[in-house]
């Protein structure tokens, strides 16, 4: 069974940096495209960066030039750089599979809170 862990996450003004780590265990995880999610109360989750098999990046509009995403597949973790933070990233990070056919079970997420 996949198990996801999310760390990192914290409260910092507008304008401040967090890292995020998710450490995944049970998977071949090279195999997989990955990606990181944020979710606020009310709304659905949103992918907003991946990190594909072969490394390639994607970013949602949002996040594009503030926010990196890699990879280290000798210990199977996921990073997500997050820079110039803003109110409107404050959310409950959660990493998965990208994946159209299935995802593994969600952890317990990250929460991360922008604010002055």
């Known amino acids: 069974q996949v198990r996801l862990v999310e760390s990192g996450g914290g409260s910092v003004q507008p304008g401040g940096s967090l890292r995020l780590v998710c450490r995944v265990s049970g998977a071949t995880f090279r195999l997989f495209d990955l990606g990181w999610y944020r979710q606020t109360p009310g709304k659905e989750r949103e992918l907003v960066a991946t990190?594909?098999?072969?490394?390639?990046?994607e970013y949602a509009d949002s996040v594009k030039g503030r926010f990196t995403i890699s990879r280290d597949n000798a210990w199977t973790m996921v990073h997500l750089q997050m820079n110039s933070l803003k109110p409107e990233d404050t959310a409950v990070y959660y990493c998965?599979?990208?994946?159209?056919?299935?995802?593994?079970?969600w952890g317990r997420g990250t929460q991360v809170t922008v604010t002055s």
């Open positions: 998965n599979r990208v994946s159209t056919v299935a995802r593994w079970s």
């Open positions: 990190v594909r098999s072969n490394g390639s990046t």
